[in-house]
Each structure stands twice: as structure tokens, then as C-alpha cells.
């Protein structure tokens, strides 16, 4: 017999099972709001296709014979199957429990996301976290993530989500460099300054600049070159030059005093705008496991 004739007797093994526990036709038919010859249709069937007798009938009574009681068995262990199986849904779909799978890039994993994992664990006893920091945004389905950060202007086309705040870059450099080298009052004094840009592409040592009336553009140069934003800020602290950072990598070292901003009156416009959005799949049911993550990042960052 093959699967798909296996599986529409299935119906008919559920029917079986209530034949027996009701004690007969007319009484499982009642219960399943159907009419006794349909439900006796429906043995008949499975009695057919399995070339068994599994009942005894008579004028007043339904016996199971031996293959019957043995088929009982194995449909009853069916239907325990899925009730079990259908538990898990009402369990996973009731509270917050689970593990959720969440990948953020680097920078905004290390210094945004991270500190707050802690807090959500304790919060959510029975939800755990696999956290991926990793700068290659996963396939949500093929990759098995549930929910992924990515810095943009709108949601990719398949993907839904919410903006957990803008990402700002800053112009940052430490104070012993700017003693050194003196602090720009004006974005083409960058031109003698020693700074320290992505280099991903050929134009990103091209900074723009804009302080709400007028737009600049500097073609800056410096001695290094780095397309990460950690790795910037370690050069800037080691006095090196001048660099470009998302407000959260440089918050804490401009709170210390360990950097200052440079050219504060100038909004930078260049590479890596928009927000953080947390993103999930079109049309998703959301279970309570992933909601809550999603609450929880969006309020934790609502004032950021």
C-alpha cells in the first residue's frame, strides 16, 4: 500500500477507535455529529483494505475478534500520537518557551544587542537565545534563524519587521591625536588630517557632509584602511587619526573621554544609514517565544 492510500485511511482508524470506546455505530456517530451508516461505511472501508474482519456484529452488541483488538491497539497509540503532538503546539503557542535564533551583525551584536541578553534570560526562565554576531545576514529559511538585525532604510522584499533605532555615524578621533594635529573646524580641514576610512569600495574615502544648509564632500587619506568598525575604533584610541563610527561603537569611549567627536555641528552622510531593523518572515505566526524577544529588544532600545 502506498503513502498517500495509508494516509487517507487515517480518518477511518480515528472513527474505528470511537466505534469501540462508544460500544457502537449509532452511538460514535452521535459523537461525531454524522450519521450511523456513514460511520459504518468507514469500518467497512478499513476492513476492505486491510482484507480483516476486525468486528464481530449482531443485532445487539459490536465484538472485537482478535485482529480487532490488536488494530484497536495500534490506532489508539495514533491517536495518543497526536494528541501529544497537537500539546506541543497548544504549549509553544500558550507562553513564552523555546529557543529562538537571532543573528545580528558584529558591531551592533557586540556593543547593542549582547548587553541586553542577559536581562531577557532572566526575564523569560523558559525562552533560550542562540545569538549569531556575523556580519553575513543569514536566509531566515534556509539558514534556520527566526529573527535577523540588519542596517537599512526598509525591509527586504519577504521580510516584515520594526526599526529598533537610527544608526548615526560619528566623526571621532582621541584627545591626544587632536592636541597633536589639531581638531577640524570644518570638514576640508580633513584634507591634512590622517584618517582612517571602510575602504570596501572605491568611493568610501569620499565623506559627505551636511550641517542643514550647506553639503560637502572631503576625499580623505590616511595610513589605514579597515572595513570593520571595531577595528577603527581601536585606531582611534591608539591615536592614529580620524574615523567614521556608529554612535553605539563609539558611545562608550566618548562617555569616558577616551575619543571626542569631531566636526559636531556636521551631520555625516555617507555609508551605513538608516536603522536597525529587526526583521522576521512575511506572514509569520509569530509564537509568544519570538514575540517576546521582539518586545523586549524594542523597549530596551526604545529610548536609545
Not at 69 to 89: K, N, T, V
Request: aromatic letters at 6%; glycine letters at 8%; one cysteine or more.
Amino acid at each position: 500500500m502506498r503513502t498517500n492510500e495509508k494516509a487517507s485511511l487515517l480518518p477511518g482508524m480515528a472513527v474505528f477507535v470511537r466505534v469501540v470506546e462508544a460500544g457502537s455505530f449509532s452511538a460514535a456517530a452521535r459523537q461525531l455529529g454524522t450519521t450511523a451508516s456513514a460511520v459504518s461505511r468507514q469500518v467497512a472501508r478499513l476492513e476492505q483494505e486491510l482484507s480483516l474482519r476486525l468486528m464481530e456484529r449482531t443485532t445487539r452488541q459490536l465484538r472485537l475478534n482478535e485482529a480487532g483488538s490488536e488494530f484497536y491497539g495500534h490506532c489508539r497509540s495514533m491517536l495518543d500520537a497526536a494528541d501529544q503532538a497537537l500539546a506541543i503546539g497548544e504549549r509553544l503557542m500558550s507562553s513564552p518557551r523555546g529557543l529562538v535564533r537571532l543573528s545580528v551583525p558584529k558591531a551592533y551584536g557586540k556593543f547593542v544587542i549582547s548587553p541586553l541578553m542577559p536581562g531577557f534570560l532572566r526575564r523569560y526562565a523558559d525562552v533560550d537565545v542562540h545569538l549569531q554576531i556575523s556580519d553575513q545576514s543569514p536566509d531566515l529559511i534556509e539558514d534556520g534563524f527566526d529573527l535577523l538585525v540588519k542596517v537599512t532604510d526598509q525591509p527586504p522584499e519577504g521580510l516584515v519587521g520594526k526599526p529598533l533605532g537610527a544608526v548615526r555615524q560619528l566623526l571621532c578621533a582621541s584627545p591626544a591625536y587632536l592636541d597633536r594635529q589639531g581638531t577640524p573646524q570644518h570638514p576640508q580641514e580633513l584634507l591634512r588630517h590622517n584618517c582612517v576610512y571602510l575602504g570596501e569600495h572605491a568611493g568610501d574615502n569620499r565623506w559627505h557632509f551636511s550641517d542643514g544648509e550647506r553639503q560637502e564632500m572631503v576625499t580623505v587619506r590616511g595610513r589605514y584602511v579597515c572595513n570593520h568598525s571595531e577595528a577603527r575604533l581601536e585606531a582611534a584610541l591608539a591615536d592614529i587619526g580620524v574615523t567614521v563610527l556608529p554612535h553605539f561603537t563609539a558611545a562608550q569611549a566618548l562617555t569616558d573621554g577616551r575619543l571626542r567627536e569631531v566636526l559636531p555641528h556636521w551631520r555625516y552622510t555617507g555609508s551605513y544609514q538608516g536603522a536597525a531593523w529587526l526583521l522576521w518572515r512575511q506572514n509569520q505566526h509569530l509564537p509568544p517565544k519570538q514575540r517576546v524577544l521582539i518586545d523586549y529588544l524594542s523597549e530596551a532600545l526604545a529610548s536609545c
